[in-house]
C-alpha cells in the first residue's frame, strides 16, 4: 500500500494537465475582458475610415 501511495506522489501526468487547463481558462478570461473595448476601438476605426472614403469619393 506504501509504495502505491508513493507512485501516486510522484506521477506528475494529472498536474500538468490541470496547469493546462487553468492557462487555457485564463487565456480566455483575459479575451473575454478584452474583447469589447477591442470592439468599441475597431467600430471607432472603421467609422473614421468610411467617413474619409466617403469625403475622397466626393458624396
Do not use: C
Not at 3 to 19: H, Q
Not at 44 to 49: E, L, N, P, Q
Amino acid at each position: 500500500m506504501r509504495n502505491i501511495l508513493k507512485r501516486l506522489w510522484k506521477d506528475e501526468n494529472g498536474a500538468t494537465a490541470i496547469e493546462y487547463g487553468l492557462i487555457a481558462g485564463l487565456i480566455s478570461i483575459v479575451i473575454a475582458i478584452s474583447a469589447p473595448g477591442i470592439g468599441a476601438s475597431l467600430t471607432t476605426v472603421f467609422a473614421t475610415i468610411a467617413t474619409k472614403m466617403a469625403a475622397a469619393a466626393g458624396t
